[in-house]
């Protein structure tokens, strides 16, 4: 799904290629459940993954980390 690279965010923090779709996955419409099937993880882990990147990216929202990782380059 993602191009496998890494997305710098800010000196020493990047965006995962496994942030990147799941981030991508949540700019297209899909839910955590549908992330999670369409990814072939549990939604635990897709949950996790979210927290992550709303770390990295310095965001508390699924929208915020969206418009943010886009706004850093992210190919959302």
Excluded at 38 to 49: D, M
Excluded at 65 to 72: H, L, N
């Amino acid at each position: 799904m993602s191009g496998r690279g890494s997305y710098v965010v800010e000196a020493g923090r990047e965006l995962s290629p496994r942030m990147v779709d799941v981030l991508r996955a949540a700019a297209a419409g899909a839910n955590v459940d549908e992330t999670a099937h369409e990814l072939g993880i549990a939604e635990g882990t897709v949950r996790t993954i979210r927290q992550a990147a709303f770390e990295r990216l310095g965001v508390h929202s699924i929208t915020a980390a969206i418009a943010e990782a886009r706004r850093r380059g992210a190919p959302l």
